[in-house]
C-alpha cells in the first residue's frame, strides 16, 4: 500500500490543468486506468448528511443532442444500461458522453479537460443526470452529489466518504483508502448503497473536473436550496453544536486530511 501524502500534495495537484475521466470504456475507445490512487489516512470526527433529490419524472425516446461541430449526441444507450440496472456500464456510457459533448478535441484526447465542462450545455448534463435519478429511485446523479456536496461544505475529503468512494480501515487510527476501480465500487442499487456514489468521477490528477461538473449552471439550484437549508440549520442549532465543540477535544474537532488525489 502506497504511504500516506501530505496535505501540500493535494493543493499542488488541485492546479493540475488536465483531469481525465476512468478510461474504461469498452475495447476499442478509452484504455484503462485506475480511477484514485491507492492510500489516504486523515482524522475526523465529521458527521455528514445528505438530503433527498426530489422526484422528476422522466421520460425518454429518443433522446438526443447537438454539440457545438453539429454531431448528433444519443442518450439511448444510457438509457438502455440504467433501465436494465446496469450501472457499471452506465458509468461508462456516461464518461463517454461527456467526452463527446466536451468537444473535439475531448474527443482527440480521449478525456476531458476541468476547463471543457463548459461546454457542455444544461440540457445534456440534466438529461444524464435525469436518467441516473429516475433509474435510482434518485439515489446516484451529478444532482445528488451537488447536495451532498454542498452538505459537506465543500470539503473532497468529507464527500468522498460520505458517497462511499473510500473505506474506513479495520485502524485503531481513523484511516481510509480509496476503493480499487472497478472491482471495489458498488454496482448495484440497494440499502447499503450509498447514496450519490454513481456516476463516479476520475480524481487521479485532482478535483478540478469533478468541482467544475457539480458547480456547473445545471445544477445551480441544487446550490441554493442547500444554502437556504444550511442557513436554516444553523440557526436552530447553533445551541446543539457549540455545547458538542466545547466537550470534545480541539485535535478530534477538526477533520484534517492528508492524502492526495
Sequence with gaps: MASTNSLHSIHRRHRHHHHS??????????PSSPLFPKTVTFNSSASLSSSATTPTPFSVSPITSSTSTSQTVSFDQLHVHLAAGDFRQADEETRRLLIVLAGE??????YVFFSEVQ???ETDLKTIDA????????????????????????DFSKFFVKVGWMKKLDTEVEQYNYRSFPTEFIWELN???????LPLTNALRGTQLLGNILSHPAFSAEEEDEAEDRASDNGSASGVKDKEAASKPFTKRIFKPDYSF
Design 21 to 30: 475521466l476512468p478510461t474504461r470504456h469498452h475495447s476499442s475507445s478509452i
Design 105 to 110: 478535441a475531448a474527443q482527440k484526447r480521449r
Design 119 to 121: 461546454f457542455i450545455s
Design 131 to 154: 436518467l441516473w435519478r429516475q433509474y435510482s429511485d434518485n439515489k446516484f446523479g451529478y444532482s445528488v452529489q451537488k447536495k451532498i456536496f454542498e452538505k459537506a461544505d465543500r
Design 191 to 197: 440499502d447499503e448503497t450509498p447514496e450519490g456514489h
